[in-house]
């Protein structure tokens, strides 16, 4: 049972415009949420996260958005470079638990940036 | 330096073979954390580890085993019960209390079943 899900597995966005990828969670119990950023054959690298507590977090080209009571998320990349092209996982913990640092990872959306 | 390492990054195996995939981290992370990641797929949690010399099934244990004998490492051992091993797996850490619980990866290790 697949508890985080991104149901666009691809974008494509020209360069200098905006990329907006979306995430969407099933479990409340959820209070942090990060987004990754992975090259292929390469290991994920930490993009943004934010807390429950809030409900937007930004970091020069890339803001996250968290609406709780929809259960969904979405990362903001602007302008789009073609260095963003890559592929995006969002992930998601309950920090309250035993396995505080587990995270659980969506499919990924994999996005290409174009002149 | 700190970071995490992974050898080799290019494995190969034959079918009904054993194979140990080697994680190392000198960061002084508590946790440690192996993924599966399958063309198409997202990660996929197999096994995890908080503290030394314990650790836990992820959801696709099967056909795999670790061991935490010490807090910096971490091994994975693909055995041959696992129905299809060629994958890229990526190994993990995380300290406990960082603000962003943000988990560190290692650069991955390609297994090939020939």
């Known amino acids: 049972d697949q508890q985080v899900k991104q149901n666009s597995p691809s974008l494509s966005v020209q360069e200098g415009r905006i990329s907006i990828l979306n995430c969407d969670y099933t479990n409340s119990m959820f209070d942090y949420f990060l987004w990754y950023k992975k090259y292929p054959a390469e290991g994920p690298t930490f993009l943004i996260s934010i807390s429950s507590i809030k409900d937007k977090n930004e970091d020069g080209r890339f803001t996250v958005f968290l609406n709780k009571s929809a259960k969904h998320l979405s990362l903001h990349i602007v302008p789009s470079q073609p260095g963003d092209s890559a592929v995006y996982f969002c992930a998601a913990s309950d920090t309250t638990t035993d396995s505080w640092g587990k995270l659980q990872f969506g499919a990924g959306t994999q996005v290409v940036v174009t002149p | 330096d700190g970071g995490i390492t992974q050898s080799p990054k290019y494995l190969f195996r034959k079918e009904g073979q054993n194979v140990t995939l080697s994680c190392e981290q000198n960061l002084n992370h508590d946790a440690m954390y192996w993924y599966r990641q399958d063309p198409g797929q997202g990660l996929r949690l197999i096994y995890y580890?908080?503290?030394?010399?314990?650790?836990q099934k992820g959801d696709i244990a099967e056909g795999y085993s670790v061991s935490r004998e010490k807090k910096e490492s971490f091994p994975l051992t693909v055995t041959s019960a696992q129905k299809n091993p060629t994958a890229f797996y990526l190994c993990?850490?995380?300290?406990?209390?960082?603000?962003?619980?943000?988990?560190?990866f290692g650069p991955g290790t390609r297994l090939t079943v020939l």
């Open positions: 580890s908080q503290i030394v010399n314990d650790f």
């Open positions: 993990a850490s995380i300290r406990r209390g960082l603000p962003n619980n943000e988990q560190f």
